[in-house]
């Protein structure tokens, strides 16, 4: 069945540094969405990509799909500690339709000071 | 714009019991909302589609007697866990989407179960 692997799992990192999640589909996907969820909370959307190769920056953080619109990246400038929190990428459903998403196993990011 | 509101935020049942959560889009129409459930550090899994008017699809896997999905309103889907066990305790999360085809989900606060 359709997959989306992250790597890393986790990352910590001390606040200033640089911070990037990658994501991998198994299949080719139509657009991929990035999703945040921060500790005991609930995943809120950021940004949706479409294009093959898009780049999309929103502040600190910039996001990319690739040529072949099987990965994507989140990269974050100068992390702080309010971008603590589960990264997740999602992509459409191969079967079913509709707006299901197959999720990421999700980056967990912790940031000190 | 665009908010689901989700209730019960928590809750502690005993096992053999049967524990009802809400979802509702404030301030749009839902013809389809969705169910996830999520165990402590890992990803969110699809559980079943909820249509508005008709049978809910289930992913595969999930028991459709146990959780059962009514989605009586353009606003209003309702997830029961029937005869709760310990290991139904877990993170569920109602989503839904606000546009077209492929548009961004929007999801209610979570509901964390814990079945004793």
């Known amino acids: 069945g359709q997959q989306v692997m992250q790597i890393p799992q986790y990352q910590h990192v001390q606040e200033g540094e640089d911070f990037t999640t990658y994501c991998n589909s198994s299949?080719?996907?139509?657009?991929i969405q990035w999703y945040k969820q921060r500790p005991g909370g609930h995943p809120v959307f950021l940004i949706q990509?479409?294009?093959?190769?898009e780049v999309k920056k929103q502040k600190r953080l910039t996001f990319q799909f690739g040529e072949a619109k099987k990965n994507s990246s989140l990269h974050i400038t100068a992390t702080q500690t309010t971008d603590v929190g589960t990264y997740f990428c999602a992509g459409p459903r191969v079967t079913g339709g509709g707006n299901k998403l197959t999720f990421g196993t999700g980056t967990q990011l912790k940031v000190e000071l | 714009g665009a908010v689901v509101s989700q209730h019960p935020s928590w809750v502690i049942c005993k096992s053999g019991t049967s524990v009802k959560i809400e979802c509702r889009s404030l301030?749009?129409?839902?013809?389809?909302m969705f169910w996830y459930r999520q165990f402590p550090k890992q990803s969110l899994m699809l559980m079943a589609t909820?249509?508005?008017?008709?049978?809910?699809?289930?992913e595969q896997g999930v028991e459709k007697d146990k959780f059962l999905i009514n989605h009586a309103s353009l606003t209003l889907s309702t997830l029961t866990v029937t005869s709760a066990h310990p290991e139904d305790s877990s993170f569920y999360i109602c989503?839904?989407?606000?546009?077209?085809?492929?548009?961004?989900?929007?999801f209610g606060n979570g509901t964390r179960l814990t079945v004793t």
């Open positions: 990509l479409v294009k093959s190769g």
């Open positions: 301030d749009f129409q839902a013809t389809t």
């Open positions: 909820s249509n508005e008017g008709s049978k809910a699809t289930y």
């Open positions: 299949t080719t996907l139509s657009n």
């Open positions: 989503s839904a989407s606000a546009g077209e085809y492929n548009s961004p989900l929007h």
